[in-house]
């Protein structure tokens, strides 16, 4: 597993594939691998460190209101975080053995990511739900214009982003709290509150594992 996750660092590869037996799919070496294979996919994506019940959750409710199939994503690359390294990635993928598959991207941005997953679905919560929408989480974007413009572009491709909402600063986020265009808001599609809502934040678990 090293070798390729290497070559994801190096940027090398578009993705990495890991099944449900955290078994490594040779996809991404065939030339004619049709990327909308993808497009039934709903796809998680995350840190997922760790990986626990509020995840769980939102798949679960996220399967409800997308029908796709369940896919985590873990990026080596993130805006907000440190790169990953192979020991760290490798932690990472090992928690969803028996549970779920996995992809492993050096992607960033959601636009990157819809770019190689053609039509699939993402899974997020109202934190990312904040940042889709924030300039200053882009290194190659300084108006909030043509961020609506790249949302149109996956909206034609049809990339729809299911929502849980969750509370960012003592306020709850979901899509009806967001001013989105006219034009994008059938992109968005929200796990209504009495239905899901976390409480769980991955820097509160590692912080009480690290106390004990």
């Known amino acids: 597993m090293t070798e390729y996750l290497k070559k994801i660092i ?12 955290s078994d490594l799919k040779d996809f991404y070496s065939s030339k004619n691998f049709d990327y909308e294979f993808f497009s039934d ?4 994506p995350g840190s997922f460190n760790p990986l626990h019940p509020g995840h769980l959750d939102l798949i679960k409710y996220g399967m409800q209101f997308s029908n796709k199939k369940p896919i985590f994503e873990i990026s080596v690359s993130n805006v907000a975080k440190s790169n990953l390294t192979e020991i760290e990635l490798s932690k990472r993928i090992n928690q969803f053995n028996q549970k779920f598959p996995v992809l492993i991207t050096n992607k960033s941005t959601f636009f990157e990511k819809a770019e190689i997953f053609v039509g699939s679905d993402f899974l997020i919560g109202g934190d990312t739900l904040v940042r889709l929408f924030d300039t200053k989480f882009y290194d190659d974007i300084n108006k909030s214009s043509e961020i609506y413009d790249c949302l149109f572009n996956l909206k034609i491709k049809g990339t729809k982003f299911i929502v849980g909402g969750r509370k ?10 967001m001013m989105i265009p006219n034009n994008l ?10 239905v899901f809502e976390s409480e769980f ?4 678990i590692r912080n009480q594992k690290k106390s004990k």
Not at 168 to 177: L, R
Not at 185 to 194: G, H, K, L, T, V
Not at 201 to 204: D, G, Q, V
């Open 10 to 21: 190096n940027d090398e590869y578009k993705f990495l594939y890991f099944d449900i037996n």
């Open 41 to 44: 996919f709903l796809i998680f």
């Open 168 to 177: 960012v600063d003592n306020k709850f986020i979901d899509v009806e709290s």
């Open 185 to 194: 808001q059938e992109m968005f599609i929200q796990i209504p509150r009495d």
């Open 201 to 204: 934040a991955s820097n509160k």
